[in-house]
C-alpha cells in the first residue's frame, strides 16, 4: 500500500498548498480519499484524472471534497471520456458538490455510492471499514486493509473512543489535528489537537 499526500491544510488552502486529499495505491489501483480545495492540480502532477480508479469522501465540508468538481470535469469533458467514476460517500454530503454544474453536465461521469457509517465495504482491493466519527456534519473515518496492511484515517473529527478503535492494529494513522494543543471551547466536541490524537494514538498501541 502506497500513501500520497496531496494536501494537508484545514479549512483553505495555504499558498502553494491544498486541503485534506490523499491518494492510497495497491496493486495498480488508485483511490482518492477526501478532495479538498486545491488537490486536483497536486492530483495530476502523480497520475491523470482517468487514471483514478474510485473515490472515498469523509464528509461533505468543502475542505474535503470541493476539488471533485474539478476532477469530474477532467474526465467528463474530454472527447473519449472514461468509465463513471464511483464515489463513496455518506447520504447527502456531495449534494452541494454534485449541484455546481448546470443538471446532467457531469452525470456520466461518476456514480455515487452512499453508504452507512459501520458498514464495511470494498472498493477495488480495500477492505474499508467505516465509523462515524463526531463532527459538525456526518464524518465517516475508515480503515483500509490490503496487501496485510492497514491505514486509518479519521476526516475531522472530536475526541472519540471510536478513534481508538478505528485506529488498533493499524500500520497508519492518519488524523486530523486542527490544533497543536488547544482547540477552542465551542469546538471540543468536533475537532482534535495534536496532543489529543497523540494520546488515542498511543492508547490504540497499547491495546493491540
Known amino acids: ?76 469533458l474530454r472527447d473519449d471520456p472514461p468509465a463513471p467514476l464511483p464515489v463513496y460517500a455518506l447520504p447527502g454530503a456531495l449534494d452541494a458538490v454534485l449541484a455546481l454544474d448546470r443538471p446532467g453536465m457531469l452525470d456520466g461521469a461518476y456514480v ?10 470494498d472498493i477495488g482491493p480495500f477492505r474499508a471499514e467505516t465509523r462515524l466519527l463526531p463532527h459538525w456534519v456526518p464524518n ?19 475526541p472519540s473512543p471510536d478513534v481508538v478503535a478505528l485506529a488498533r492494529d493499524a500500520d497508519l494513522l492518519l488524523a486530523e489535528a486542527t490544533y497543536v494543543d488547544q482547540v477552542p471551547e465551542d469546538s471540543r466536541r468536533y475537532l482534535s489537537s495534536a496532543r489529543q490524537v497523540g494520546r488515542q494514538a498511543a492508547e490504540a498501541a497499547s491495546d493491540s
Open 1 to 76: 500500500m502506497r500513501l500520497t499526500v496531496l494536501g494537508g491544510c484545514g479549512a483553505w488552502p495555504e499558498a502553494g498548498q491544498a486541503c485534506s486529499g490523499y491518494l492510497v495505491e495497491h496493486e495498480g489501483f488508485r483511490l482518492l480519499v477526501d478532495l479538498g480545495y486545491a488537490t486536483v492540480p497536486r492530483l495530476l502532477q502523480q497520475v491523470t484524472a482517468d487514471q483514478v480508479d474510485a473515490v472515498f469522501v469523509s464528509h461533505g465540508h468543502p475542505d474535503h471534497c470541493a476539488d471533485l468538481n474539478p476532477l469530474l470535469r477532467a474526465r467528463a
Open 112 to 121: 455515487v455510492h452512499e453508504f452507512t457509517a459501520g458498514s464495511p465495504l
Open 140 to 158: 465517516a473515518g475508515v480503515r483500509l486493509a490490503a496487501g496485510g496492511r492497514v491505514l486509518a484515517y479519521t476526516g475531522d473529527t472530536g
